[in-house]
């Protein structure tokens, strides 16, 4: 069970990549979704209401609150912040540090990518990074690794 609902936390986060590249937002409602999961997963992994699911919820809080500081100084949309918040309830902590940093390497060449395309196009409009495809990526890494290093 928990692996088909990594399947599906998957499809959502490339949904979210779709829709972020198309409209520069993220639907409430694909968040919404993505945060809702998590009480399934929590449940068919075993957590425990206590401390577990309460510690998830806790991470999911410190993320929303530390990334909607940077959504207040122009740095992110708010989309963007929900979904870091929605991604964080289903990952422990050393995960999100993780995903924080795996979003920002990500972040960092897709910025650099659309500065290039956005000079060579002699576009003088706001440049708007499609950031919640860096956050996508992130997670998608995380869950991969489930897969991939069960070897290891």
């Not at 986060?13 to 520069?24: E, H, P, V």
């Not at 706001?126 to 950031?131: G, N, S, T, V």
Request: some cysteine; glycine content about 10%; proline content about 4%.
């Amino acid at each position: 069970m928990p692996t088909l609902l990594l399947v599906v936390l998957a499809a959502a986060l490339l949904a979210c990549c779709w829709w972020d590249l198309k409209t520069r937002t993220i639907p409430n409602w694909l968040n919404l979704a993505i945060a809702l999961g998590a009480i399934p997963f929590w449940l068919s992994t075993g957590l425990s209401v206590w401390p577990d699911m309460a510690m998830q919820i806790g991470i999911a809080f410190v993320a929303f609150w530390v990334f909607a500081a940077a959504f207040a100084m122009g740095a992110m949309g708010g989309g963007d912040v929900k979904l870091i918040a929605a991604l964080a309830l289903w990952l422990p902590w050393k995960a999100v540090l993780v995903l924080v940093f795996l979003m920002s390497v990500a972040g960092g060449v897709l910025t650099l990518g659309y500065l290039i395309r956005h000079k060579l196009a002699k576009r003088e409009d706001k440049l708007e990074i499609p950031y919640g495809v860096a956050i996508a990526f992130g997670g998608l890494w995380l869950i991969s690794e489930r897969f991939l290093n069960q070897f290891g």
